[in-house]
């Protein structure tokens, strides 16, 4: 069981909007560490997707975006097109001194 | 460009052990906190190890302490992880991750992985 939770899978159609939640902690999203959130495509290496408050590497597209409140983060996916469909993964730091991760979410678009 | 470049992964009996090296490029190595991260196949991500840019300061995951030592040599741009006690749930990918200094914990680069297999 992952520290962080996360849904299975979310769906949406081309187009739509979807969020993506993830569960944690006062030990480590609530203690005010980090939130970021990795794209995984199919046979590939995860990649940075967004980091920290809501900040995205060059050349990730402007339909991500990410936010926090609480013990929660969230992803949104804007305008969702067939390239998104991935695996999508939160991460934090957890006072325990461990790197934690949510158990993964998968994005299909119907 | 930055490059991390994973090798070492076999197949392996319980009980045994291996080493994973990471072969960094196209950065300060010694200015970068780095880790492991791994994938059993078909699951999701799981931190194994941290270690800071001088090697001092070293975490693991409560799955893998006191079996796994991570280490680092900043004069060959390289980070290796030696695993023993080797476990069937050892078992998967090992991606060697740069933590950058933009946030907190972020791992910005990733390897491409390498496979380890763990199996009688």
């Known amino acids: 069981q992952s520290v962080l939770t996360q849904p299975r899978s979310v769906s949406g159609a081309p187009g739509q909007t979807v969020t993506i939640f993830c569960t944690g902690s006062?030990?480590?999203?609530?203690?005010?560490?980090?939130v970021h959130w990795y794209q995984q495509l199919p046979g590939t290496a995860p990649k940075l997707l967004i980091y920290?408050?809501?900040n995205r590497p060059s050349g990730v597209p402007d339909r991500f975006s990410g936010s926090k409140s609480g013990t929660s983060a969230s992803l949104a996916i804007t305008g969702l097109q067939a390239e998104d469909e991935a695996d999508y993964y939160c991460?934090?730091?957890?006072?325990?001194?461990?790197?934690?991760f949510g158990g993964g979410t998968k994005v299909i678009v119907l | 460009e930055v490059q991390l470049v994973e090798s070492g992964g076999i197949l392996v009996q319980p009980g045994g052990s291996l080493r994973l090296s990471c072969a960094a490029s196209g950065f300060t190595f010694s200015n970068y906190e780095m880790n492991w991260v791994r994938q059993a196949p078909g699951k999701g991500l799981e931190w194994v190890s941290y270690?800071?840019?001088?090697?001092?300061?070293?975490y693991y995951a409560d799955s893998v302490e006191g079996r796994f030592t991570v280490s680092r040599d900043n004069a060959k741009n390289s980070l290796s992880l030696q695993m023993d006690s080797l476990r069937t749930e050892d078992t998967g990918v090992y991606y060697c991750?740069?933590?950058?200094?933009?946030?907190?914990?972020?791992?910005?680069?990733w390897g491409q992985g390498t496979l380890v297999t763990v199996s009688s």
């Open positions: 991460q934090s730091y957890d006072s325990s001194l461990r790197g934690v």
């Open positions: 991750t740069r933590a950058d200094v933009v946030a907190f914990w972020v791992f910005d680069y």
């Open positions: 920290g408050r809501n």
């Open positions: 006062s030990s480590n999203i609530g203690a005010g560490y980090d």
């Open positions: 270690i800071s840019g001088s090697g001092r300061t070293i």
